[in-house]
């Protein structure tokens, strides 16, 4: 019979510091921790796209409506609904 020459060691020599579902919750804490670090939510204007840019300047504020659309932060709807109203006023 053949043995391997370093048996695979499938056991702990020691205790677990912690028990399993505190260890659970600490990596879930952990986890959390990480990913609350990479996904930053963007900043959302405080009124409606462009409106303070409307009386100043409309082409700025289509510039800044079409800038927030290519980032993402406006879906083609709110797009469209925030140009009209720009256009309007």
């Given at each position: ?5 370093r ?19 600490y990596?879930r ?19 409606p ?24 932060d ?16």
């Amino acid at each position: 019979m053949l043995f391997p020459y370093r048996p695979r060691q499938t056991w702990m020599p020691f205790a677990s510091p912690r028990g399993r579902s505190q260890q659970a919750a600490y990596n879930r804490q952990l986890q959390e921790r990480f990913a609350s670090t990479h996904r930053r939510p963007r900043a959302v204007p405080a009124g409606p796209p462009g409106a303070a840019l409307a009386a100043a300047d409309p082409v700025g504020g289509l510039k800044e409506l079409a800038a927030l659309h290519e980032a993402g932060d406006l879906s083609d709807a709110e797009f469209q609904a925030a140009k009209a109203k720009l256009l309007a006023s």
